[in-house]
């Protein structure tokens, strides 16, 4: 038992003993192809986070290393994300970078104890229409975000509405030659991404391929050497990233007191600055890495709570580096698997490139053209954004649309938060509704002269939708000008409570009170039992077997028997 804990905790254990020559190929190959996409791309989030470009360095290691011993999905990599990012931008913009890295570590720790805890399912509770809503709104978010600083227009921006109004009101701020390298760096990436390449196939095909998959770092590194060269001659024709911090970042404990200008933030005034975020963010980084690690699983089952486990514990250790919170990350992980990596061996040369681009490439990073960074996260939020799920909701459920859709805009109108408190709100009041009204078959039927009402609950019967029930069956009854004959069959219905037994001995009650037969027509045992024990004269109109006409009209009929019986 304690071996197999072992196993399923530290997952290292498990592969590594039959690592081989042969892999450590593969995975260096994905490390190195995955390493050259999360330099620029964490360079670009930390602009997004409003954060030193450094930070997205520093976020991009050490998840790499510490995803390697306790992750448990290959082609996962861990690192800063577009949302993550945007969740902390606003933080980042009142209080400093500190706070960046206090949330890292605080988010460590609440997925975490989630994770010892097992409350893995937990994520179970938030639909898909309700993730797609929020991760979409999240696109529009991050890439309206980037719009002024495409344009080459000057200025931060808090929310989805700030940012247009702003491109809005300083539009004649337009800079021509920002605006031509970020659309040019857009057309590049796209065509880029087009290339067709394919890792199995002739020389050609693959350097194509291997092309497509660095397409964002060659883009950045175009934009560098232009940078470089003009900024050389003493022209600055756009606007560059700028000085950074050089070396590698230090280690030290996560700051629980933040001093931004002249303010002084203890750890009891940054909980409550936070309010809910120390919940929401966490649980949105679990989110973004759980469906990931279930869409690379390739039919192999998920342990949710290790994979909290393992995000968690990336975000503690990753706060002792001056990390951002991180995630699983969907472009560096399709990346990944695209790359044939085969066990999280291939972090270990992401999280090492990244180190050696801390170490020496800073001089570097500084020529970044912010167009060309602006561009790059563009892109990405193009190719994130989810149009096919309106389509896909709209052919096979309409009604999973309004979650979609409320989530959608109250996360660009009000926040990313509170859009997503209130996307799950109204998909629970969905569900308690069609839980209080469930779909009833209610027909009259007529057999050898015989006419019955047929009621069948197309659910199991929970004690909102008992009344419900109650109420259609006397309402149907009280328009037909004789008493018909009242079969309720059970066959669906699996579970009952007291409240629907006794919703049930209240209609029982109502019918012989009008002189009207009613049986309870093939009722599994469990809501059998339940009804009897509510109300002992229950056994007497709970049938499963015999001629229902000989309890209605006394004689033998086997072609109703047969007939209800096999509805």
């Not at 470009?53 to 992750?71: E, K, N, R, T």
């Not at 991180?326 to 040369?349: D, E, L, M, Q, Y």
């Not at 960074?373 to 459920?397: C, D, G, N, Q, S």
């Amino acid at each position: 038992n304690l071996k197999r804990l072992l196993l399923r905790r530290i997952p290292i254990l498990a592969w590594l003993p039959l690592y081989s020559w042969s892999k450590l190929l593969q995975d260096t190959l994905a490390g190195l192809t995955v390493g050259l996409t999360a330099i620029p791309q964490g360079i670009a989030y930390a602009i997004v986070a409003g954060l030193p470009a450094q930070y997205g360095l520093y976020s991009s290691f050490m998840g790499c290393f510490i995803y390697l011993v306790f992750g448990s999905c290959k082609d996962v990599t861990v690192g800063p994300t577009a949302i993550m990012a945007l969740m902390v931008q606003k933080y980042v913009n009142s209080m400093g970078e500190d706070i960046a890295v206090l949330i890292c570590f605080l988010s460590g720790v609440v997925i975490t104890v989630m994770g010892i805890l097992h409350l893995g399912f937990l994520v179970d509770f938030i639909s898909m229409p309700v993730i797609c809503g929020f991760s979409n709104a999240a696109a529009i978010i991050i890439a309206s975000s980037q719009l002024g600083t495409l344009l080459g227009i000057k200025g931060r921006t808090d929310s989805f509405i700030d940012a247009i109004s702003h491109v809005v009101k300083h539009i004649n701020e337009t800079q021509l030659w920002d605006t031509v390298l970020g659309v040019c760096s857009m057309m590049l990436l796209v065509l880029l991404k087009k290339l067709p390449g394919k890792k199995q196939g002739t020389l050609f095909e693959k350097f194509m391929w291997l092309i497509s998959l660095a397409r964002n770092a060659i883009v950045v590194m175009i934009g560098i050497l232009i940078a470089y060269e003009l900024y050389s001659h003493d022209l600055k024709p756009f606007q560059i990233t700028g000085n950074i911090t050089e070396g590698l970042p230090p280690f030290s404990l996560p700051p629980f007191t933040i001093i931004n200008g002249n303010r002084t933030y203890t750890f009891t005034d940054i909980v409550s600055e936070l309010s809910s975020s120390i919940l929401s963010i966490p649980l949105i980084a679990i989110l973004e890495s759980i469906a990931i690690a279930k869409a690379f699983a390739k039919g192999k089952t998920l342990d949710a709570n290790q994979e909290m486990l393992a995000v968690g514990l990336c975000n503690i250790c990753g706060s002792f580096v001056r990390s951002m919170p991180v995630t699983g990350s969907f472009t560096r992980t399709a990346i990944n698997n695209s790359s044939g990596v085969k066990t999280p061996f291939g972090g270990i040369i992401t999280g090492s490139l990244v180190l050696l681009a801390c170490h020496l490439l800073t001089t570097t990073v500084k020529y970044i053209p912010k167009a060309t960074l602006a561009a790059v996260i563009m892109i990405a939020m193009f190719y994130m954004f989810e149009t096919h799920v309106f389509i896909l909701l709209w052919r096979t459920k309409k009604i999973d649309l309004v979650p979609l859709i409320v989530t959608l805009l109250c996360c660009l109108t009000i926040s990313l938060e509170y859009g997503m408190i209130i996307g799950i709100a109204v998909n629970l009041i969905l569900l308690l509704y069609f839980a209080a009204r469930p779909g009833l078959l209610i027909e009259e039927r007529i057999v050898d002269g015989l006419t019955m009402l047929f009621v069948s609950p197309k659910q199991s019967l929970s004690f909102p939708a008992a009344e419900y029930l109650r109420e259609r069956v006397m309402s149907w009854c009280d328009k037909r000008p004789t008493s018909l004959p009242v079969v309720v069959e059970g066959r669906h219905v699996l579970r009952i409570d007291a409240t629907v037994a006794k919703n049930l001995a209240l209609l029982l009650s109502d019918l012989t009170a009008r002189n009207q037969k009613i049986i309870f027509w093939n009722w599994c045992e469990d809501a059998r039992q339940t009804l009897i024990s509510y109300d002992s004269s229950f056994e007497t109109y709970c049938k499963s077997s015999g001629s229902i006409a000989r309890i209605f009209i006394g004689k033998f009929s086997s072609k109703i028997s047969a007939l209800l019986f096999f509805f």
